[in-house]
C-alpha cells in the first residue's frame, strides 16, 4: 500500500522559509514502530500523521526521534495540506483530537487560525548547565513549563547571536528551551529562538507550541492581547498570537512545497 505525504512550509507566505512538515493522511492507524520511522525517514523537525477516528480525526506528531505531545506548525501544515487535498470541504474548520485534547484549525482570510491551550512558564532558577550551554550569563527572566524552559534576555541581537553547545544543552533542558526578548523591528513585539536537542531537533525553524507560552509572556509584560512574532531561525518565520482567556490563538501561512509517495 502507498501513502501519499505532503511537505508543507508553515508560518511563512513563501517557499524554503518557516518551518517544514510533513503530513501523511492514513486511512487507518498505522503502529507507532512505523510512523516512528517514517518520521526518522523523513528527517524534519516534525512528521503529522492524521487519520479517521469515529467521527473525528486524529492527528500524531512525531520528531526524527520521538513522539510530542504538541505541535503547532505541523498542526498548521496538516489543515492547509487537507483543505488543499479537499479531504475537508475548503473554509471548513478542522478540530483534530490529540494527545493535547481538540485542537481547532480554522481559516481566517489567506491564513490559518489555531486555537491551542495556554501553559504558562513559572519563574524559576535554571539549572545547572543550562545557561552555560546556550553561552549565557546574564538574563532578565528564566522560567519553566510541563514541556519547555522560557529564558529572556535582554536585547534581539543576543538572541540572533545565540550558539548553543547542543551536546551540554540535550541533558539540561526538558523537551525544549525558547530564548526571547523584546523585538528591535517595529514589525514585531516580540523575538525568539527554540532549540529541542533532547527531542533530536536542535534548532526548531518555528515553533507554534512555544508562541502559547511566549505569547502569554509577553502579553502580560506588555498589556497586549494580541502581539507579532517572529522566530529568527535560519529559515525565519512569523506568527500572529492572540491571547484570550485560557487559550492562545496563532495565526499563520503554509505553502505546500512536494507532494511524495511512500512506498512502503
Not at 22 to 50: G, I, R, Y
Not at 101 to 117: C, H, R, S, Y
Not at 228 to 237: F, L, N, T
Amino acid at each position: 500500500m502507498t501513502h501519499v505525504l505532503y511537505q508543507v512550509d508553515a508560518f511563512t507566505q513563501v517557499p524554503f522559509a518557516g518551518n517544514p512538515a510533513a503530513v501523511c493522511w492514513l486511512d487507518q492507524p498505522k503502529d507507532d514502530h512505523w510512523m516512528q520511522q517514517v518520521a526518522a525517514e523523513m528527517n524534519l523537525s516534525e512528521t503529522a500523521f492524521v487519520y479517521p477516528e469515529e467521527d473525528s480525526l486524529r492527528l500524531r506528531w512525531f520528531t526524527p526521534a520521538v513522539e510530542v505531545d504538541l505541535c503547532g506548525h505541523a498542526t498548521l501544515a496538516t489543515a492547509h495540506a487537507l483543505w488543499q487535498a479537499n479531504r475537508v470541504p475548503a473554509g471548513k474548520p478542522i478540530p483534530f483530537e490529540t494527545r493535547s485534547g481538540t485542537l481547532t484549525a480554522t481559516p481566517v482570510g489567506q491564513a490559518i487560525e489555531l486555537d491551542f491551550p495556554i501553559a504558562p512558564a513559572h519563574e524559576t532558577a535554571p539549572v545547572d548547565g543550562l545557561l552555560e550551554s546556550l553561552g549565557l550569563s546574564e538574563i532578565l527572566f528564566c522560567g519553566k513549563n510541563q514541556y519547555d524552559w522560557l529564558i529572556e534576555v535582554a536585547s534581539a541581537e543576543m538572541v540572533r547571536q545565540l550558539r548553543p553547545n547542543y551536546s551540554l544543552l540535550g541533558p539540561a533542558c526538558a523537551r525544549g528551551v525558547m530564548v526571547t526578548s523584546q523585538s528591535d523591528d517595529t514589525k514585531y513585539d516580540f523575538i525568539s529562538r527554540f532549540f529541542a536537542p533532547a527531542a533530536g531537533v536542535d534548532e526548531d525553524p518555528v515553533t507554534g507550541s512555544a508562541h502559547c507560552v511566549l505569547g502569554a509572556y509577553w502579553s502580560q509584560k506588555l498589556g497586549k492581547p494580541k502581539l507579532a512574532a517572529y522566530q529568527a531561525s535560519p529559515r525565519g518565520g512569523e506568527l500572529e498570537v492572540e491571547i484570550r482567556n485560557d487559550r492562545a490563538l496563532l495565526r499563520g501561512h503554509a505553502v505546500t512545497v512536494a507532494k511524495l509517495e511512500l512506498l512502503v
